[in-house]
C-alpha cells in the first residue's frame, strides 16, 4: 500500500528521513472538523515529545495556516499541526474534546517523498 503522502518538519519538531502517512479517517477536534487521523511511519519515538518511552505510530493533523486543508489540498506543501492524544478508541469516534488532545509538533505534509526534506532536531537554550 502506498502512503497518502509524507511528513517531516522544517521546524526543528522531527528528525530523520520524511515519515510515510496513511488516512485512516476525518475527525473533529475541539471547534476544527478538518482534520485528520493518520498512521505513520516510521513511529514518532515519545520520550522526543516529553512522553513516557513509547512509540507513537497515530497522529492527528490539522493546517496551521488559514485557507490550507489537510482535507482537499489545493497546493504542497502543507504547514500542519501534529496532534497527540491518548485515546484508545480513536478510530470510532468521530470528534474529540480540546482537552484530549496536545500539539507536539509543527510539520508540513508533501505529496513526493522527494520534495520533503529530512527533518533535524534542534536544541534551544545552553
Sequence with gaps: MLPDFYISSSEGHMEGDA???FVVKQINCGNRDDCLVIRITPTLRGEQYGMDA?????????????GDSVLSPSKWPIPVYVLYTNVKNLEERDSIGVDEYKVI?????YIDKEQAPPSQRYTFGG
Design 19 to 21: 515519515r510515510s502517512c
Design 54 to 66: 513509547f512509540d507513537i505510530n497515530q497522529v492527528i493533523l490539522a493546517a496551521r495556516l488559514k
Design 105 to 109: 509538533a509543527w510539520a508540513e505534509i
